[in-house]
């Protein structure tokens, strides 16, 4: 694994956009403490209503994903498609991450 610092695990994870390729982070919840492991997305548009956040995510060091395992498992579930994507975006701190998968290359993530 290769050693990189938050910074620059966010701008990876920024680089997936165009291409809208899966990516894989373990980061620890804000909330709880808890360590989570998400294969997540970005620019995904399904699912979305209308207007904007109260807020700006990155003045919180928030990157907005989709979660797209919980979308699967929500389908599988008998929940509706347009639903299931409602209820799959999530949020990671990016100075929470751990590890990080872009690309099939594994990183860790260094503590400041």
Do not use: H, W
């Not at 390729?21 to 699912?47: D, Q």
Request: aromatic share 6%.
């Amino acid at each position: 694994m290769k050693l990189i610092n938050a910074q620059t695990a966010a701008q990876l994870i920024e680089d997936t956009r165009a291409q809208g390729s899966i990516f894989t982070a373990t980061f620890t919840k804000r909330t709880t403490g808890e360590v989570r492991t998400m294969n997540a997305r970005l620019n995904v548009k399904r699912g979305q209503v209308g207007g904007t956040l109260g807020y700006d995510p990155k003045a919180y060091n928030l990157i907005s994903v989709y979660d797209v395992e919980n979308a699967k498992r929500m389908k599988a579930l008998g929940m509706d498609d347009e639903t299931a994507a409602k209820k799959s975006y999530r949020m990671i701190a990016a100075d929470a991450l751990i590890s990080l998968t872009v690309g099939g290359t594994a990183y860790t993530v260094e503590k400041a």
